[in-house]
């Protein structure tokens, strides 16, 4: 079930509002914690943003691979479990030496959206699993 106008190929909705729910649940409970807590940025900002960055383009890579090659997408989840390795040990050690935040806030708000981006991606990707397992014959 693919989207309407304008959508690409292989590009569904459900797919599509995965995005949506990560995007929306980390920079709205970024928001409220900031709300209550604005001492915590840009540490709290920084701490969601790498794993939210980094769940949003493992999931696009992966629900396209499903689309169009569904046996290939053992390969990609290693390529981008290999890649995000990388990409966080950069990541934490640039903005902890790098920018010299404040290392508690920074490590309690990338330690929580970490756990809960990537929980939310699994779900997501039984999702797509369990529907490609009903359309296939």
Sequence with gaps: ?????????????????ALVWMVGLGVGSWGVASAIRPAANPEALLGMAGPLVAACASWVAVERMQAVAPERVMS??????????????????????????????????????????????????????????????
Aim: a positive charge; zero cysteines.
């Design 1 to 17: 079930m693919t989207s309407g106008s304008g959508s690409r190929p292989g590009r569904s909705e459900p797919s599509r509002w």
């Design 76 to 137: 990609v989840m290693l390529t981008a479990f290999m890649a995000k390795m990388m990409f966080f040990g950069v990541y934490v050690a640039g903005m902890l030496r790098g920018l010299e935040l404040r290392r508690t806030p920074f490590v309690v708000s990338f330690t929580v959206y970490f756990i809960a981006l990537y929980a939310m991606e699994a779900l997501f990707l039984k999702r797509l699993f369990d529907s490609g397992r009903q359309r296939s014959p």
